[in-house]
């Protein structure tokens, strides 16, 4: 069964740093998703993205954070300063046309310290 | 605000038991998801609804538009459906709003 890939699965950063946090989606789908779960608390949506450009964001998803499609088979979420608040784990999700669900990715563990 | 409540918080059964897990959300959607998360983190899609009933093996999940109101029902459980299950609801386009779980446990 096809999935969405993530890596790294776990990532430790110092605070002030950029990470990059990458994700492949299903081959042939064409909308892609970016939650976060920090340790004990709710998922939480970040930004949707279809067309190559972004169809939705949350006031989470400040200037602190892009996405991008940069090869037609990744799909990044870069945070340029990490602060110890994105210490979360990271889910990326694909989907078709959005109509059908959507396929999540085992997710990225990004610890900032 | 948005929310979606989800009951019990915390259910214990033992194997073989029927599980109902609840979720309630307070705005129009346009679909609502049924997801898994097992302990190491990972997130599977059970359903994604937005009228009437689905079923996929011993899973049925069921939603009423009109109250605003979801199930997800377990038949048979097993030690294996051990997991959090979470409802989401989708306001626009993969714009999400999560539950906060229901965590599930089944006793051998």
């Known amino acids: 069964e096809p999935e969405v890939t993530q890596t790294p699965s776990h990532q430790v950063t110092q605070m002030g740093q950029e990470v990059i946090l990458r994700c492949v989606p299903i081959s042939n789908h064409l909308y892609f998703y970016w939650y976060r779960q920090i340790l004990g608390q709710k998922v939480e949506f970040l930004v949707s993205?279809?067309?190559?450009?972004?169809?939705?964001k949350s006031e989470i998803f400040d200037d602190q954070f892009s996405v991008e499609r940069p090869d037609g088979s990744n799909f990044t979420l870069k945070i340029r300063s990490t602060k110890l608040e994105d210490s979360a784990m990271y889910f990326c999700a694909s989907s078709q046309d959005g109509n059908y669900g959507y396929t999540f990715g085992s997710g990225t563990r990004l610890t900032v310290v | 605000k948005n929310e979606v409540e989800q009951s019990p918080q915390n259910l214990t059964a033992q194997e073989g038991e029927f599980i109902t897990i609840n979720c309630s959300y307070s705005?129009?959607?346009?679909?609502l998801h049924w997801l898994q998360q097992h302990p190491g983190g990972g997130i599977v899609s059970l359903f994604m609804?937005?009228?009437g009933k689905k079923k996929h093996g011993r899973l049925i999940a069921t939603i009423n538009i009109q109250e605003k109101h979801s199930s997800l029902h377990i038949t048979a459980s097993h030690p294996r459906d051990s997991a959090v299950y979470i409802c989401a609801v989708d306001l626009v386009q993969g714009n999400l709003i999560f539950g906060k779980g229901t965590k599930l446990s089944v006793k051998p």
């Open positions: 705005v129009g959607i346009s679909a």
């Open positions: 993205f279809y067309n190559n450009e972004i169809s939705e």
């Open positions: 609804l937005s009228s």
